[in-house]
């Protein structure tokens, strides 16, 4: 029987196990977990998101305290166009993040960065500019381009002595957003190196309605290869979302894939940056715990357990320490929400707000639990101790059992 270690991906010359850990927004795809990815010959992500909010945690840098102390006298002010980012300072932290991973790195596997095109930052091009050039400067393996199309954000790089050097991809739930891409991008000469093919049961942001549901990645998968294969470009694809199993992933590397992106099964090791109670809410979760809802201001529906603090809680928009969804004319769809909810209850010293979430400072609190559809069957991953926790797991142990097991088994921790 066919394991996930039969299999390589090809980059050129270079192999490697064709197990990619993905992007997890805000440091739950910590440095460590990605290095614990390349040591073992796969690909690890860190995030772009909230890059110098990670720095500050992860270097004892100010960031934040100086960009809010720089915006304090708009607190109390609902428009927040005049809060935009220093370039040079959010350079200099993302070179921080990336160049001090990329420094870490041992073994064969490469290290790469999901950049999010929906983070607008309130100067959408600058910004994203800024965070490709600064992750190519400081010495990133590779770009996976997430969120967003990405129509103009090779364009972006074009100009960077790395930009047909280091390894780009991007994600797609469909075919359209990647024939969209490959016709946008056609004049730069520079095809991506892999295109992640990313189905409706992943976490994070969904680049599917709230139909999630009547679509299937098998689906998607087979009709890009297709595809790929018809129009003669030799392009690795990349499965995600779902993926639990070796023996799942083994189902798309025998049918077109070239490696697969998963997740969710890492959120409950030691290296993820969720805190360990939140590590237990997802191990605690069953499937009516988890839901596909609208309250990300991004637009884009996202998957997270209905137990998240983030859900109906009404906190004052922090864009001055942080501002990571202000599009590029200072508008979050969370401020309306909140101002609407304070508009409504003048007297309330709290208010609840249903229907938007401020998700920088949820995120960067992980008081939002946003997971693939699978997390439910996390339980099954570990052991119940005597106390009614769940034995964390280490990154590595989760990586050999998908490089390894056959048959949909699950190597529980000894
Ligand atoms: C907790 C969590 C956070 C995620 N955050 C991001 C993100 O910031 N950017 C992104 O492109 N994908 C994000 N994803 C999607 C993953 O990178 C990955 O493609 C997908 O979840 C794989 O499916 P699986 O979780 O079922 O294995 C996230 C997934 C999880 C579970």
Redesign the pocket.
Known sequence: MKCVHDFRLRFGKRELVPIVI?????D??SAELALEAARLGGIG?I?D?MVPTVSDRRFNTDFVKEKAKIYKYNVANTDKSKVVFDLGRLAEATHMHVGQTIEAKHGDGLIFI?C?EKLSMNAPRDTLRVRLCAALDAGIDGI?L??GLHLGSFALMEDHPRFRDAKLGI?VSSLRALQLFLRKNARLDRLPDYV?V?GP?????LGFGLDWASYDLHTIVTEVARYLHAEQLNIPLIA?????TGSDAVSFLDNGAAAV?????F?VTREAG?PDKVKQEYFRASEQDIEVNNISPTGYPMRMLKGSPAIGAGIRPNCEAYGYLLDGNGNCDYIAAYNREVALHPTAKKVSVMDKTCLCTHMRNFDC???????YRLKDTSRLLADGSYTVLSAEHVFRDYQFSTDQQICLPT
Do not use: D, K, P
């Open positions: 993905g992007g997890m927004g805000v739950i795809s992500h995030s998101a999901n999010m996976t997430s969120a994600i992640v990313e049961l992943a976490g994070g942001h995600a979302g779902g993926i639990f992106q998963v997740a969710t099964r959120t969720l639990w946003t997971c693939g559809h699978y997390a």
